[in-house]
């Protein structure tokens, strides 16, 4: 079935690190990829979007590419800061016959960033 | 600007209570949905709507109901509560029909059954 697959978390990084964070999906058809953003104690809010292959999301220095070939959507940020302590959250939506706007998230990626 | 509001946003219940969590928008959103968050788990989608009057099961319906009457709230009834769905509850609409315009969430409610 449609998947995603994130790295396991807690990642914990110092301030000014470069962040990775990965994340693979499965999917039946051609979806689009989206990165959410869950800080403490919030809902969970868009991040950055990619409708298709080759696109480059990117969103307060988070940025992430769709790649089809290796069905990966891996999130970056080049010098992460304490304010970007959160989980994030991998999800794809397939589009098809049936486009209900739903979402299949992977697991998330707790983030901790230390002074 | 209220966006989603999902009220209480925290509740225990005893096993065999029932109760109902409120989710309301205002952005004038045809589709809703219903997903729990479970620790290392991600989010699972429990119920969706794509208007009033219509809803669907997702991936984990069972023990739980749904109603859209209107097109701004989407009430998520427990019939009888069980410890298997203490979790966040997560209430979220959007506009998109194609799933590339963006979801808005509520703040959750956190359920403890006991």
């Known amino acids: 079935g449609d998947s995603v697959t994130q790295m396991e978390g807690p990642v914990t990084l110092s301030e000014e690190a470069f962040l990775t964070i990965n994340c693979t999906y499965t999917a039946t058809g051609y979806p689009s990829l989206f990165w959410y953003v869950q800080y403490p104690g919030e809902g969970l809010q868009l991040l950055l979007k990619a409708t298709k292959a080759d696109d480059k999301g990117s969103n307060k220095g988070f940025e992430a590419t769709y790649r089809k070939e290796t069905t990966s959507f891996h999130l970056e940020k080049g010098s992460v800061q304490v304010s970007d302590s959160a989980v994030y959250f991998c999800?794809?939506?397939?589009?098809?016959?049936?486009?209900?706007?739903?979402?299949?998230f992977g697991q998330g990626t707790t983030l901790q960033v230390k002074p | 600007n209220a966006g989603v509001t999902q009220t209480p946003k925290f509740r225990i219940l005893k096993i065999g209570q029932s109760m109902t969590l409120q989710c309301t928008q205002d952005m004038n959103h045809n589709y809703m949905y219903w997903y729990r968050q479970d620790p290392g788990m991600g989010l699972k989608l429990i119920y969706y709507?794509?208007?009033?009057?219509?809803?669907d099961k997702g991936e984990v319906p069972n023990g739980y109901n749904v109603s859209r009457s209107t097109t701004e709230d989407f009430p998520l009834r427990l019939e009888l509560a069980a410890p298997s769905q203490t979790s966040v509850y997560f209430c979220a609409s959007s506009k998109g029909q194609d799933g590339s315009t963006e979801a808005f969430f509520g703040q959750g409610t956190r359920l403890t059954v006991v």
């Open positions: 709507s794509v208007g009033a009057g219509i809803t």
């Open positions: 999800a794809l939506h397939l589009r098809g016959s049936s486009n209900t706007g739903k979402l299949i």
